[in-house]
Structures are given as structure tokens and as C-alpha cells.
Nanobody, 123 residues
């Protein structure tokens, strides 16, 4: 079994920054990618970013490209999402995910999810 625990969400003004963290534990695989999805109220959960476990490859949604940076620290079994230049439309619950070796952008490809952390961006 795999456990994912996100932290770092909160309330921030437009133009500000937040750094989300996700710690993985349990029967994880070093071959799995780790990614971030987000879900705004009343909307579908959408892809934000994903990184290979080696850190050599990343994929970003167009909506966050140039503003968000995904990274990982294997020694801490942790993945981060640095969010800069935040906009009100970034307001959502952010979920950490893993469970596949592919850099997938659809939620159906992932097997494990965290509980989510709320990010609210005020104008």
C-alpha cells in the first residue's frame, strides 16, 4: 500500500507564491513518476505537472507552464510543486499522485492519490 500526504496549501494574494510538498510512504516504486492534479469546485480534476523519478523529464499543463515548477528529493521521498505568479484561476484542491511509470496527463493512469491540499488565490 502507498500513502501520499500533501502539505503547503493556503491563502495567497494574486501574484504570490506557494510551495506544495508531497511525502510518499509504503510500498512505493522508484520507477514511478509523481505528479500533481488540481480540482476546482464543480470542475473535473485536471492535470498540472508530472516528473519522472529520476527528475530528468517533466511535463506541464499549458495553464501552469512558466509559472509552476515540479521537483523531487529522493532522499526525502518527497515531490514539490513551486507555484509562482499565482492567479485566482489557480484556486483548487491540489492532489499528489503516483502509481505509473509513464508521464501521464490523465487521472485514469494513476493508482494512488493523496488527500489534497487547498490553495486559494485572492484577487
Amino acid at each position: 500500500q502507498v500513502q501520499l500526504v500533501e502539505s503547503g496549501g493556503g491563502l495567497v494574494q494574486a501574484g504570490g507564491s506557494l510551495r506544495l510538498s508531497c511525502v510518499a510512504s509504503g510500498r512505493t516504486s522508484s520507477t514511478w513518476v509523481m505528479g500533481w492534479f488540481r480540482q476546482a469546485p464543480g470542475k473535473e480534476r485536471e492535470f498540472a505537472a508530472v516528473i519522472s523519478w529520476t527528475g530528468i523529464s517533466t511535463v506541464y499543463a499549458d495553464s501552469v507552464k512558466g509559472r509552476f515548477t515540479i521537483s523531487r528529493d529522493n532522499a526525502k521521498n518527497t515531490v514539490y510543486l513551486q507555484m509562482n505568479s499565482l492567479k485566482p484561476e489557480d484556486t483548487a484542491v491540489y492532489y499528489c499522485t503516483t502509481g505509473t511509470t509513464r508521464l501521464a496527463t490523465t487521472r485514469e493512469k494513476y493508482d494512488y492519490w493523496g488527500q489534497g491540499t487547498q490553495v486559494t488565490v485572492s484577487s
